[in-house]
């Protein structure tokens, strides 16, 4: 399991690491919101744990942010501010589970893992991919948009599907060539740029609404306008 921790106490995020690290875990540490916020959008975990009083970008409004820009990874409230009206908040805010400072480190262990499986067996149920109008049925194999049928190769549709589980999170090149054609990246192919453009053009082409973006100097993001 991979795992964010956003939290701006140094001492309590490397206690944090340390006992997460411990589990067999991997855990990455931002220690202000905007930074939680570019690491969550930018890769993936598992599972995200989020102080709220936070420099930058409070754990409300990030999560907040999070769920608008369509990722979908659990949330874990971990915060001393511990009111009924504090857990709506962060509830309300996208967060999937709340726990109050100061807390047993087994409860978190259990926490987490209950979120993981959670995540992990929604993704494996769900055999239908939605953005907007883009529909991605993962059991026939079909691609629709707007009710439209769209004809796709094998690797064109591995490549869609790789980029809606990801929606809202920047992939490099990099990680489109081991996710989808399981190679290290060839820096001097272009494959992966004109497959997506193989993709533009029939799944964004013929509509207003663009969803595969260019992010200058890091890769592709898949969101809606």
Known sequence: ????????????????????????????????GQVGKKMASNYRFDVIILDVNLPLLNGYDLARQLRNDGLATPILFLTALGTIDDKLDGFESGGDDYLVKPFEFRELIARLKVLAQRNS????????????DLELNLDEKVAR?????????????????????????VVSRVDIAEQVW??????????IDVYINFLRKKVD?????????????????????
């Not at 707007?146 to 809606?164: H, P, Q, S, V």
């Open 1 to 32: 399991m991979k795992i964010l921790v956003v939290e701006d106490e140094p001492k309590l995020a490397g206690f944090l690491k340390r006992g997460l690290e411990e589990q067999s875990w991997e855990v990455e540490l931002a220690y202000d």
């Open 182 to 191: 399981d190679i290290r990246f060839d820096t001097g192919t272009n494959v």
């Open 121 to 132: 067996s929604r993704e494996q149920s769900s055999q239908v991919l939605t953005i907007a």
């Open 205 to 225: 082409k013929d509509y207003p609404a663009k969803l595969i973006h260019t992010v200058v100097g890091m890769g592709y993001i898949f969101k809606e306008e």
């Open 145 to 169: 948009r707007a009710g439209n049928r769209i004809d796709l190769t094998a690797k064109e549709f591995a490549l869609l599907e790789y980029l809606m589980r990801n929606r809202g999170r």
